[in-house]
Nanobody
Framework: QVHLVESGGGLVQAGESLRLSCAASGRTSSNYAVGWFRQAPGDEREFVATIKWSSGNTYYIDPVKGRFTISRDSAKNTVYLQMSSLKPTGTAVYYC?????????????????????WGQGTQVTVSS
């Protein structure tokens, strides 16, 4: 079992920054990848970014490339999502998720089905 807790959400104005944190506990040694997803009201959950735990390789959706950075602190079992130049379209509940089942393709890691554990989410609201 892996328990994930997100924090760092809030209300910001367009153009500002936020850093989300995802603290993992439990069998974190099994983590293969940790990803961030977001879900706006009425929309499906959308992949944002993911990081492979051992290699540190990262992947992003195109709209956030150059503005968002995913990183990990292995000693703290924490994954961060640094979000800059936020846009109102970024308003959503942001979830972190962990995959513990082992290797997966880069393409598969962009699917919510690839992940085994989820946090409760943190709200990010970007005003115009």
């Amino acid at each position: 079992q892996v328990h994930l807790v997100e924090s760092g959400g809030g209300l910001v104005q367009a153009g500002e920054s936020l850093r989300l944190s995802c603290a993992a506990s439990g069998r974190t040694s099994s983590n293969y990848a940790v990803g961030w997803f977001r879900q706006a009201p009425g929309d499906e959950r959308e992949f944002v970014a993911t990081i492979k735990w051992s290699s540190g390789n990262t992947y992003y959706i195109d709209p956030v490339k150059g503005r968002f950075t995913i990183s990990r602190d292995s000693a703290k079992n924490t994954v961060y999502l640094q979000m800059s130049s936020l846009k109102p379209t970024g308003t959503a509940v942001y979830y972190c998720a962990a995959r513990t089942r082992g290797m997966a393709s880069d393409t598969w890691l962009k699917s919510s089905s690839a992940y085994d554990y989820w946090g409760q989410g943190t709200q990010v609201t970007v005003s115009s």
